[in-house]
């Protein structure tokens, strides 16, 4: 027999229960939340024209290694946003670039938007949690600058075609791709960007430029 007093000790038990079980699953969500706090704000609170990050300023984060977004984080409606604004940003007659990556503006998330000059109408296209996957043919030298290195030019050796592989927006589905001539050289310099290499760092020759 239980005493009345037993009964209502177990009772009071029910509520702390309730508390704890809703303050696991608290942290369980949190674990698998899309994002960083620091790269939710990133993405929230800069306008459609984002800051780029460039040298020496943002060393750290422009020479780091960028991780692939997860299958939750590549259904999020946030990076939705970070591609919408990475492709205003490298549009806009301020920056007119013809490519840029995720760590230009400041997240190390292997995300690119390029240019496809091989494409009717030249669109600006995102690839997400891309890689290069070979290389082919001999080194060309080209001219080449970047949004993180401002006031500089410089020649820079390219393959002429690559074999790349992504997921595009709105699928987990990778895919493969050859590219080649001027667009195989845009990918190549955003794909460097995801490994913390700039083309400073290949380049035969470097000038200075008036911006
Ligand atoms: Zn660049």
Known sequence: ?????????????????VVLLLFGIGILRDGKR???????????????????????ADTAVLRAVSV????????????????SK?????????QDGVGIAAPQV?????AVVVQ?????????????NIRIDRLEGELVCG???????????GMVPRYPQIQISYVRPGSTERQTEWVEGFTAV???????????????DKAVELSEVEE
């Open 1 to 17: 027999m239980m005493t009345n007093g037993l009964k209502i000790t177990l009772w009071l038990l029910v509520p702390v229960a």
């Open 34 to 56: 899309a994002f960083t706090a620091r790269e939710r704000r990133i993405i929230s609170e800069t306008d459609s024209l984002m800051p780029v990050y460039t040298l020496p």
């Open 68 to 83: 692939d977004f997860s299958d939750r984080e590549l259904a999020s409606p946030l990076l939705e946003t970070l591609l």
């Open 86 to 94: 990475m492709t205003y940003t490298v549009r806009h007659p301020s």
């Open 106 to 110: 400041g997240l190390n998330r292997r």
């Open 116 to 128: 496809r000059f091989d494409k009717a109408g030249e669109p600006f296209e995102a690839y997400l």
């Open 143 to 153: 001219p080449e600058g970047c949004l993180s290195v401002p006031g500089m030019r």
């Open 186 to 200: 845009i990918f190549q310099h955003e794909c460097d960007h995801l490994e913390g290499i700039l083309y400073i």
